[in-house]
């Protein structure tokens, strides 16, 4: 037992790692989100999300620009979401299939392209933590409790929180967000009032490639700072039962990442301080959660209506 | 073109006419429209009569962008214009009530209109603009709608309401109406009729598309009738009769009236006993303490607005949902909850809802579906072999007797006419001598031939004595062959009462629940003298 | 409908076959040497030595082809002198005539000339370029009398029933690292260049040793390599060496005749030179630093003897160090330390202590590896398959095995040693699959680098009774369920984990140390396991949490993990699996010392990984191999500990003498046997 930490800086120490836990979870099931309140079931996340990681990463690797890594991730995960389009809107494949033709293809072309360029882990310099240091000396980070939990962490993980606010308000407060909803929910109505159906789910896919991209580039750029082969390791799979889990909204979303990141943290603690639980028991925490919270089959109710159903016009 | 343009209550401007000249639409197989001409002109209602297939959809779904016709002109105020997507035909002041209505049904109804329509301040939504502006249209149409009521959270009928204010609010100065009773209770229907003539009244022209041939009498100025894409013919509606319109629509004369002569009530054959049953995706009840008998020798109709658990009922007693409370009894023999084959062996037979998907195989042939539930049985089968021979006999004394239009037994029922699809699944139901009928929606889409030929048909069982369970949306159909009536809603039985003795208005009330009749425990009516048995 | 499924179906094939490429399955088959064997070797078809002959009246007569000229200060002069000096060793002409034809670069021409020098009765008919064996080998048998050699090879098509080719190849490696060795050591501006011809054969041995070379005595160094894509363009070449230059190299090196161009640009501009095959030195003797010489004679003169005692070929002859056949000449201006830092390696390389192919970068000629100087590499040709759960690059449990059958395949060569592997098998339906494909598709070994693996291999292996399988970590060889052809192995990870603990110990201030796990079985137990042991030896009072992330590849999950440890006041971290990548970041980040295991992690963090225990899996593997090939396909239990080289530790140099004593002492224990390490 740790006699020497308090329980307030367990609490502190949780609470920050389950805020840097969360992000690549945000990035991907907030973009997840859009693509489904539109009616598109993206399986694909976690390939976007490798090959997000990846070319963020190698644009990182040789040109030590961030901004271009970014920059690289989120084109990559906005192709990928273009083919994802292509294929179920346009050809009106079953999502599902395609959604996991698009992972193995993620899986795959990342673990190619890493051992053919790179070939070996190597490291980067990723974003920097902010720590808003005073001419003193004093960092703002260090502020007790406050500080200590939401400042530190580098610009990814802001842009991840930052990103829940702003996806509700496009999602509840734009005319965009109501073409999204409509669609998602009865694309037929949203045909007959002029709105384009494919243009809507193309973009809202796009987004959802964009921000699965960004997502890995958040592990491979500023969380961990190395590419590996299968670095998101189901994180993608995750995401998108976080999006039931937080019934297609983005506040939900982040309630979903926040209770499972933080659950994740806390059994690392519950290891670290060796509380008397089976380690297994203590890993499971996190799943058994999720599945607890999709098991309440009112959630169905919420699901947009035209979710996995290819448009086509004419069919009642 | 005159300087002095009228405008419409809703401060937009008329459209004086719409004419459709020549208008040719095919699709892989079927000429859809062919030359079609058609005109509507303000303050009119016009009719388009038609069977299914006859191609009235086709033809207003050309007028509203969702088709590009091959051949033929549209013409708005005598110009001719282009139609390219809906968008296109709302900008010409043309809107449509489709029959499926067109709604967002978790958003309310002020974000429904505003769907699709520039913001004031884009890219925010300005959903209070936009709802000032419904109460603006409410006001002046007489729409009794509250703007911030979530859609499906609204009845039938102001729904309906959504849809036109959705029209008004695009300026729509031409309003095509896909078969907008299909849904109603008889008082709604008559409260859209109300506004239906005044909006004609203000300017406004109407397309009423139905295959309800009293309510075209009621209700329009100009009837055309279509027939295989084609027009037959266009006229004063004051100048035909309901007969007249049959004919042309079905190319020879038909009968209304269906002779229900009086029959000798049996023994009780299908009893439910407080039957009450939950959709476990959704988590809500839809029976409720269901309770009624049938006798051999009756028909019982089931009347209600659609969605009210009339299908979950017929599924019940077929087998296919679970009952969670009460009991099913077929002649005294507790079925509930049995498998579906156990029912067929209690002598139940079940004409379901969706025939090409719950009914019959479109890629099996006519003799092959007409063996589907018995082929394992003598005479269609000798140990494990099919008596190919016994089945090809059978089926042609089917397709005979039950005068089922197909080239012969070998076609594959996918290339037939939903008319004998339904005969020939009538034929194969009604050939194993059931006990008891279920019969979901017998003639829904069926053209009015085939509709006459399999009510002809459900008399005639009756009379030798069938228990029939009718369950239709068409209260016309009900009213035609019921002995008695069972109305239903929000999976309630609202009340059971002898046909005999009730009025539309009566139905009408029971179907919108807003009347409940007391109901004994075996199910009979009480409020009139019962019915000796 | 119909074409949409198509197109699905077209681009699932297409993502499956980028999966394919870029993951589970890959073979193998890099063009490396063949293991020198240090005594020529008899061909297996020369069954019973033939009797004498030889009423030798006259010369012996050889006559040589070869593609470039004999004065090209490179390959074809290296052998043509050889020739004239045992020609001299002989007698001369009277004795030993020699004839030639040059610069027959055109294949159609030598083959021409071979049959002809055949035809004229020659003795034997020197092939000198690796181009001209299909020509030889359909000559050849026109001709039993006369014996046929061919460079460079180690084909005597002895398969195709050839018994009078001889076949030979330099080691040119060798030479080239201690030319790297000692450029390394030379240089001023730490960049080297490199002016090749193209990428293959001997020159692609010499260059990748050399760059080897020059990395293992100084990682930082850079080694610019440039290829010509031609033997001949001396123009080329020299401005090659130009460009080097310029980028700043201040010692050029390379090989083929068209170096002498790149000589002269060297001599201009006073930058040293580092010449292979020919003695170069008379170019340029101020500047050519020293020479990788080849010396033919003992091959040619055994060549002779065995003509001569009836003998015509199936011989395979390498020139090596240790045999001689390649010389280091040093330059007498040279900096003595530098030249004795290559006489060292020299020596190792010859002694078989250092492998061109396999020596670390930067381990200079600190880590002696005596467990490789003690592996006999000697066992027939044989496939091996490995099935293992994450990726070869993992930096953990899969790299270490497979970097070491790559080590054991660069000694032996690709034709002795086929690997094939199927790495991220996750999913142990689809690794059953692969297990059966290898098997059935005549691999010699099957390794199951998975204790998941267990029980379909169980399964397949009753059904392949000539192959071997393995299947790790466990000790149980399902003998008790009569499977006879499965070998079982595991690292005795609690060994270097014990001695990782007693260094840990050591080395906390705090008096805290993190240990992130993947899950709490397997070898990840064994090595948390010992390190608590030896925390609790070195230090009872020193506190060891142990957090498991509940998967061996989540990456973040273990960054987070190691950043509760260090909150939670850990200053040494260790940790085991893939996902420690994660791990090793933040410790980066936060400047706190790793312990790894597995793989060598250090290039992940060169500062912070203090102490790894690497799994040298190199004499299990071979182990394995010789005993399927004795017959023995199963049934052994074979454990990589401290004792027999299976794990080796390796310390940082930053770490302070008396903590490395204190593991050291630890290692000697667990060696002797005086310290048991006990499993929980």
Redesign the interface.
Known sequence: MNEGLSVLAIIVGIAHSGIRLATPYLYAAIGETFSQRSGVLNLGVEGIMLMGAYSGFFVVFKTGNLFLGVLAAALTGILMGLAMAFISVTLQAEQGISGIGLFMFGLGASSLLFKTTLGTVEGVKGFPELHLCLPSGYCLSDFPVLGEIFLGHSLMVYGAFALVPVSWWILN???????I??VG??P????????SVAAVRYITISIGGMLAGIAGASLSISLLNIFQENMTNGQGFIAVALVYFGSWTPFGVLAGAMLFSLINALQLWVQVLGLNIPSDVAVMLPYLLTIIVLAF??R??LQP?ALTKPFE??E? | MTKSKKLLPSGLPRIESIEMRGIVKRFPGVLANDHVDFSVYAGEIHALLGENGAGKSTLM?IL?G??QPEEGQVFLNGRPIEIK???DS?AHGIG?I?Q????????TVT??V??????SR????DLGRVRARILELIDKYGLQLDPDATISDLAVGEQQRVEII?ALY?GAALLVLDEPTAVLTPQEVADLFVIFRQMAKDGHALIFISHKLHEIIDLTDRVTVLRDGRVIGTRQTAEVTKGDLATMMVGRDVLFERVRPTAERGETRLTLKNVTAFD????HRVLKNVSFQIHGGEIVGVAGVSGNGQRQLAEVIAGLWPVSEGKVTIEGQDVTNLPPANMIEAGLSYIPEERMHDGAVKEFSVAENLILQDHIRPPYSKGIFLDFKYIADHARRMIKDFSIKTPGQDTLIKNLSGGNIQKLILARELARRPRVLIAAQPTRGVDIGATEYIHNQLLLQRAEGLATLLISEDLDEVRALSDRIIVMFGGEVMGIVNNDDTTVEELGLMMAGEKRLAVSAAGQALHKKPVAP | MKKITWLLLVLLALALVAAQCGGPAATEAPAQATEAPAQPQEAPTEAAPAPAPAEESGPFRVAIVMPSPTTDMAWGESIYDSLLRLQEETGGEANFEIAYSEGMFNVTDAAAAIRDYADSGYDLVIAHGTQYGTSLFEIAPDYPDTSFAWGTATDTGADQGLNNVFAYEARAEQGGFVNGVLAAHLTQSGVLGVVGPVEAGDAKLYIDGFVAGAKYANADITVNVSYTGSFGDTALAAEAANTHIQAGADILTGSAQQVVGAIGVAKEKGVLWMGTQADQSPLAPDIVAATQFYDWVPALRDMMEKHQSGTMGGVVYSLTLDNGGLQMLYSDNLDQNAVAAAKDTEAAIAAGSIDPFTAEAGAGAAMADEAAATLNYDFDPVRVAIIMPSSITDMAWSQSLYDSLKQIQDVVGADKLEIAYSEGMFNVTDAAAAIRDYAENGYNLVIAHGAQYGTSLFEIAPDYPDTSFAWGTTTDTGAEQGVTNVFAYEPRAEQGGYVSGVLAANLTKSGIIGVVGPVNAGDAKLHIDGFLAGVKAANPEAQVNVSFTGSFGDTALAAEAANTHIQAGADVLTGSAQQVVGAIGVAKDKGIPWMGIQSDQSPLAPDIVVATVLYDWRATLINMIKMNQSGEKGGKVLQLTLANGGQTMIYADSLPAEAVAAAKAAEAGIISGDIMVEIQ
């Open positions: 407060k734009t005319t965009w967000g109501l073409k909803r409509a929910q009865n037929q109505a949203a045909d007959t009032l002029g709105v089959p009112f169905r109710a209506a016009r004419g009642n | 779904k509203y969702l088709y997507s809906p968008t709302i449509m489709h499926h209505f067109m709604l967002v049904d978790n958003l974000e429904n505003a769907l699709g329509l520039k913001s884009e890219p925010r939504l959705k695009r476990s995706k959704r988590g």
